[in-house]
Every structure is written in structure tokens, then in C-alpha cells.
């Protein structure tokens, strides 16, 4: 029986169905797999999320001194995209299996990790989004995570903002 899971497929003009997009490395919008750059206050909590076509310092540069003050610490991974920006910047090596390195300031990017794990949820609920539609499905997210609560004084202003 061909496609039994503990047989091999060995026919290759019948490859064996893939599900989703399984290519390895960063994705580029080319390649259907557009990254999503986002910045976490430490002290405000205020996320921001963007859908950019790579993940090169030139866009990486222009986020983080968009979305952020000259007197920012900026904590990231080791990729290199990040080596060039202008800000006092510390990394962790995840490559050295580092994920937080104590100090006089705690150098860690738990934050943004778990932010991540927030939108993943997010988008999972739409089952599939398309890259051209992302921006906005991005943008409902950051305000959902950027909210926090639901207060009157919210709903009131919702409401005046439709009358």
C-alpha cells in the first residue's frame, strides 16, 4: 500500500504531498513566507509589528530607529542583520545554546519571543492568511496586544467615534 507511514517513498515521479511551506531558512516575500520584524517596549509593553520583504540590516536598521528612542537599548539574536544599528544593542547567542546572560542589565529577548507566540495564536485563528492581506491581519494584532483591557472609557470612545 504506497504512502503507509512506516514504508519510504520511493517513487519520485509521485513525490509525497507536503503540508504548508516547509522550506528551511528565513523567508522572503518572494518565497511566500514574508517575515514579520517587530520591536517590545520593555517599560511602555507597546508592541510593534511589521510585514517587510527581507530581513537585511538596511530593514532591520529602519525599524528599530523608527520604533525606537536614540537612548534605547536594543537586545537581539545573533542575526546579523542587527549588527549595524545605531543604538546601545546587546545579543544573545542562541547558536552557543545562550537565551539570557545576567549582568548590571539583564540581556534577554524572552519578551519579543513570547510577542511572537501572541501573534502566532493570532493568526492561526484565520487558518491560512495571504501575504498580501498579513499588513492588516498584523496590524489588528498589535492593536489587540497593545490594548490590554477593555475599559468603558474605550467602548465610549468606539461608540462617539461612529455617531
Known sequence: ?????SEPHLDL??????????QRGHGTYENDR??????V????GKVRLRMVAHTDAPTLETHVEHFTTEASQIYTD???GYNHVDRPHDTVCHIQREWA???IREVHINTVEGMWTLVRNFIR????VHKKHLPGYL???EFHINLKRITPAFIATLVAAHL
Do not use: H, Y
Request: with cysteine.
Open 1 to 5: 500500500m504506497p504512502g503507509k507511514k
Open 13 to 22: 515521479a509521485d513525490p509525497p504531498r507536503r503540508r504548508a511551506n516547509k
Open 34 to 39: 514574508p517575515p514579520i520584524v517587530g520591536t
Open 125 to 128: 485563528l484565520f487558518r491560512g
Open 41 to 44: 517596549g520593555r517599560q511602555s
Open 139 to 141: 496590524a489588528i494584532c
Open 78 to 80: 545573533e542575526w546579523q
Open 101 to 103: 546572560r545576567d549582568g
